[in-house]
């Protein structure tokens, strides 16, 4: 499918930035059950869950996770981008 981003947003790179500074501590090893980084096993049950429940997971965090990945400087557009650059990962 077509991905959306709001106009003007470099979501890519914001996501991959976010992505590299914050969520690969847990994400990129799978620790504390995070979903490794690109696993389209482990990702899948989530991406179909939709990206609405990606996004209010890792806005307000679950299980181990904690809201926006422990990082809570960090602006919602910019936790989301880095949701989308997970996806993107495994789709």
Same mark, same amino acid.
């Given at each position: ?18 992505? %590299? ?54 602006? %919602?557009? %910019?936790?989301?981008?880095?949701? %989308? ?7």
């Amino acid at each position: 499918g077509a991905k959306s981003a709001p106009a003007g947003a470099p979501a890519a790179g914001k996501g991959k930035s976010v992505y %590299d500074t914050t969520c690969n501590v847990c994400h990129g090893a799978g620790v504390a059950g995070a979903p490794k980084t690109g696993d389209k096993s482990q990702w899948a049950p989530r991406v179909k869950a939709g990206m609405s429940a990606l996004y209010a997971s890792s806005l307000k965090g679950k299980n181990a996770m904690p809201p926006k990945g422990g990082n809570l400087a960090l602006p %919602d557009a %910019d936790v989301k981008a880095a949701v %989308d650059y997970l996806v993107g990962l495994v789709k």
